[in-house]
């Protein structure tokens, strides 16, 4: 009987720890995201300028705000939060903006990248849901369905 309890342990450690992970992947990217949309908020140029411009704002409002909603989670259930440029950077899945994007390319970036977070997303949700962490799970149905929207919203600006 010890050895299947220690081993039910060992599990749901190891579980625990992969949903950490999954968190910190998030947090980092978001982070990544973040930055990149500063970048194409104040290198956007063209005739689509002005509403860009305020997207691009009003995307990074958001990204903080849910980098923070994770890393704070993250803590509440006894993680620690990826807090430096150099962990963001070494653990986010998410590529960093090259300076040189068109608008459209920025916009196509964007919506890349919120494809990638919803799928990592819904990986989090489900070891969350293993773990019968609800509310882990249930911010980042929150968070993923925020994105969804977003990504539909851009891809219709690209008339896609």
Not at 46 to 58: I, M, Q, R, V
Not at 103 to 125: K, Q, R, W
């Amino acid at each position: 009987m010890t050895t299947v309890n220690n081993q039910s342990h060992t599990s749901e450690t190891t579980q625990l720890e992969a949903l950490y992970n999954a968190l910190n992947v998030q947090i980092a990217n978001w982070s990544v995201l973040y930055t990149k949309l500063h970048n194409f908020h104040w290198y956007v140029k063209g005739e689509n300028f002005y509403t860009l411009h305020a997207k691009f704002e009003e995307l990074y409002d958001a990204a903080t705000l849910h980098m923070d909603d994770v890393a704070e989670r993250l803590l509440a259930i006894g993680g620690r939060p990826v807090a430096t440029l150099k962990e963001q950077l070494e653990t986010a899945t998410l590529l960093e903006a090259t300076g040189s994007e068109s608008a459209s390319a920025m916009v196509s970036a964007i919506v890349e990248d919120y494809a990638t977070l919803s799928g990592e997303m819904s990986e989090a949700i489900g070891l969350a849901e293993q773990l019968s962490d609800h509310p882990t799970a249930d911010l980042l149905t929150g968070i993923r369905a925020d994105v969804e929207k977003a990504a539909w919203m851009l891809n219709a600006y690209l008339g896609r």
